[in-house]
């Protein structure tokens, strides 16, 4: 099993909608969480951390779930300029962080 | 200059040849990083740094030897590679356990 699991996508999706990645993790003894975004032939950028409590920026939402290991982002009014690809990140302790492979998202105009 | 930044942005090397790769973090964080982004692959975590000092070397080949001479630069040699070995090499730092900010990455070809 990976340590980091995300659906691959494509994910497809028309202007303004909503849309919802789940990350699933392997170690339960993983401290923090974030969710990069990486567009193409760039560098991940981080987006934001996920905290227990789930936090809010903006259009974006995460949230985090100890008992099932997993995270997820909710993008709202989904924007041209969303289209990347989000890669969830575990850090499993002493700063070694363990990225997912990645989903895919594509806004539609 | 902000950020992290990295140099050069594309190498073309031989499998003989000798190269070093370069990183400057300008956000006085304590921890510096080495990853490889293979295509459709995750990002593979190569080295750790923590206050100059390596605390992580994820079973990273001999080929590949970095060095950290302060917490603001970090350096990766490179010595007769494979061109498995090519690939984007990113640079990230980090203070303390919070996110990891990258820098533009080197995309290396191993001819």
């Known amino acids: 099993r990976k340590e980091v699991e995300q659906d691959p996508g494509p994910f497809n999706v028309p202007e303004g909608a909503t849309v919802a990645f789940n990350c699933t993790y392997s170690?339960?003894?993983?401290?923090?969480f974030f969710w990069y975004r990486q567009d193409c032939r760039k560098e991940p950028k981080l987006l934001m951390s996920?905290?227990?409590s789930g936090n809010e920026d903006g259009r974006f939402t995460a949230q985090l779930n100890r008992a099932s290991q997993y995270i997820s982002l909710l993008i709202r009014d989904s924007k041209l300029s969303d289209s990347a690809t989000y890669l969830c990140?575990?850090?499993?302790?002493?700063?070694?962080?363990?990225f997912g492979t990645g989903t895919r998202l594509t806004i539609i105009p | 200059e902000t950020g992290v930044t990295q140099t050069p942005r594309h190498l073309v090397m031989g499998m003989t040849n000798k190269k070093s790769l370069k990183c400057e973090q300008h956000?006085?964080?304590?921890?510096m990083y080495w990853y490889k982004q293979s295509a459709k692959k995750p990002l593979e975590l190569m080295f750790v740094?923590?206050?100059?000092?390596?605390?992580e070397n994820n079973s990273v080949p001999s080929r590949f030897s970095p060095e950290c001479p302060n917490s603001s630069h970090l350096f990766l040699h490179l010595h007769t590679l494979q061109p498995e070995d090519s690939a984007l090499y990113l640079c990230?730092?980090?203070?303390?356990?919070?996110?990891?900010?990258f820098g533009p990455g080197t995309r290396l070809t191993v001819t």
């Open positions: 170690n339960s003894a993983s401290q923090s």
């Open positions: 996920v905290y227990s």
């Open positions: 990230a730092s980090s203070q303390d356990s919070t996110g990891q900010y």
């Open positions: 956000l006085g964080h304590n921890a």
């Open positions: 990140v575990a850090n499993f302790g002493n700063e070694k962080l363990t």
């Open positions: 740094y923590n206050f100059k000092e390596q605390t």
